[in-house]
C-alpha cells in the first residue's frame, strides 16, 4: 500500500531538548517536504526536498532542520524546541514536484512546554 | 503575507444541494492549482487540480474553476453528501517553482 509513515503521532515536550519526527514513504518519490498547520494560518510549508541530499528552505524553516541521505526518508528535527512550534506536523511526498498531487502523512501533533 | 486565502472559515449546506468553496490568491505567477480534502485526525488528501491553462476541470461530482484575470478559483461540489463534510484546502505553486502555498481551510459542513 502506498503510504507516508510518519512518528510518533503525538509528542510532549519540553523546551530546549531536541527530537526528531520521522517520516518515510514507499512510493519513490523524489520531491518531499514538511508542513505545519496552525489554526487561521492554514498550512504552511517548512522545507522540501527535490532529491536526496538536495533540500530547501519553505515559508517558515527557522527552528528547524532536514536531511534527505536516502530517497524514501526524510526527518525532521528541531535542535531546541520552543512553545511556538507546539503545532501539527505533516510529510508529504510527490512524484517530481509539487504540482502533482502530494501524499500526506497522518500527522504529528507536537506540544513544546 | 498569505498569498493564498481562503475567507470563508466555514460553510454548511444541506445534503444534494451545491458547496462552492472559494480561493484567491495573490501572485500572478502561480499557474498550478490543486484542492486538498481532510478529515480529523488525518492527513490531507488530495482532490483535484488544475492548470492555467484551463478554466474548468470536473472530475465526478467535484468542479473546479479558475478566473485567472481576478485571481480566483472554486471548487463545486454537486450534489453534495454527508461524507463531503471535512476541511479543504486550496494550494498553488509555480510549473517552474518547488514551493507549495496552501490557504487557511474551509471547513464544509453537509447537513443530511
Known amino acids: 500500500e502506498a503510504q507516508v509513515t510518519q512518528n510518533p503521532r503525538y509528542l510532549i515536550t519540553v523546551t530546549g531538548k531536541k527530537l526528531t519526527v520521522t517520516c518515510s514513504q514507499n512510493?519513490?518519490?523524489?520531491?518531499m517536504s514538511w508542513y505545519r498547520q496552525d489554526p487561521g494560518l492554514g498550512l504552511r510549508q517548512i522545507y522540501y526536498s527535490m532529491n536526496v541530499e538536495v533540500t530547501d528552505k519553505g515559508d517558515v524553516p527557522e527552528g528547524y532542520k532536514v536531511s534527505r541521505k536516502e530517497k524514501r526518508n526524510f526527518p525532521l528535527i528541531l535542535e531546541s524546541p520552543s512553545p511556538n512550534q507546539t503545532s501539527l506536523y505533516f510529510c508529504?511526498?510527490?512524484?517530481?514536484?509539487?504540482?502533482?498531487?502530494?501524499?500526506f502523512g497522518q500527522g504529528t501533533r507536537l506540544t513544546v512546554v | 503575507d498569505q498569498q493564498v486565502k481562503q475567507n470563508s472559515p466555514s460553510l454548511s449546506v444541506q445534503e444534494g444541494r451545491i458547496s462552492i468553496l472559494n480561493c484567491d490568491y495573490t501572485?500572478?505567477?502561480?499557474?498550478?492549482f490543486l484542492w486538498y480534502k481532510k478529515y480529523p485526525a488525518e492527513g490531507p488528501t488530495f482532490l483535484i487540480s488544475i492548470s492555467s491553462i484551463k478554466d474548468k476541470n470536473e472530475d465526478g461530482r467535484f468542479t473546479v474553476f479558475l478566473n485567472k484575470s481576478a485571481k480566483h478559483l472554486s471548487l463545486h461540489i454537486v450534489p453534495s453528501q454527508p461524507g463531503d463534510s471535512a476541511v479543504y484546502f486550496c494550494?498553488?505553486?509555480?510549473?517552474?517553482?518547488?514551493?507549495?502555498?496552501f490557504g487557511t481551510g474551509t471547513s464544509l459542513t453537509v447537513i443530511p
Open positions: 512510493m519513490n518519490h523524489e520531491y
Open positions: 508529504a511526498s510527490s512524484t517530481f514536484q509539487g504540482w502533482t498531487e502530494a501524499f
Open positions: 501572485n500572478s505567477m502561480f499557474d498550478y
Open positions: 494550494a498553488a505553486t509555480e510549473l517552474t517553482g518547488n514551493q507549495f502555498y
